[in-house]
């Protein structure tokens, strides 16, 4: 599976922006789809994930209430909606691809977009 993230750019405070991951390879329908964050001196954390089949999902508790997280399989794309941004929410967001139920861990993912820059100026 091969992913594209995209989406990302500079935003006030109180902002929204989408980010857009498109898969090629692999049956993109048979993967849980995640969305990771990590920022300058910080590890990779988990952001939100959807199953394989739609309709479960799991969010950080820190973007619970802001950030929804969709699929559309017949498009092969993984969106994760943005709103409310806060500074703290800046990072480089990677989309990626497991196949366990609802993945939150990094070492359950084995596939991995490049990331997208997504910048929250207060």
């Known amino acids: 599976v091969q992913l594209q993230a995209s989406g990302g750019g500079l935003v006030q405070a109180g902002g929204s922006l989408r980010l857009s991951c498109v898969a090629s390879?692999?049956?993109?329908?048979?993967?849980?789809m995640g969305w990771f964050r990590q920022a300058p001196g910080k590890e990779r954390e988990f952001v939100a994930v959807?199953?394989?089949?739609?309709?479960?999902?799991d969010y950080a508790d820190s973007v619970k209430g802001r950030f929804t997280i969709s699929r559309d399989n017949a498009k092969n794309t993984v969106f994760l909606q943005m709103n409310s941004l806060k500074p703290e929410d800046t990072a480089v967001y990677y989309c990626?691809?497991?196949?366990?139920?609802?993945?939150?861990?990094?070492?359950?993912?084995?596939?991995w977009g490049q990331g997208t820059q997504v910048t929250v100026s207060s």
């Open positions: 990626a691809a497991g196949s366990r139920f609802l993945p939150k861990a990094v070492r359950e993912y084995a596939y």
């Open positions: 390879g692999r049956t993109f329908s048979s993967y849980a």
């Open positions: 959807i199953s394989w089949s739609v309709g479960s999902t």
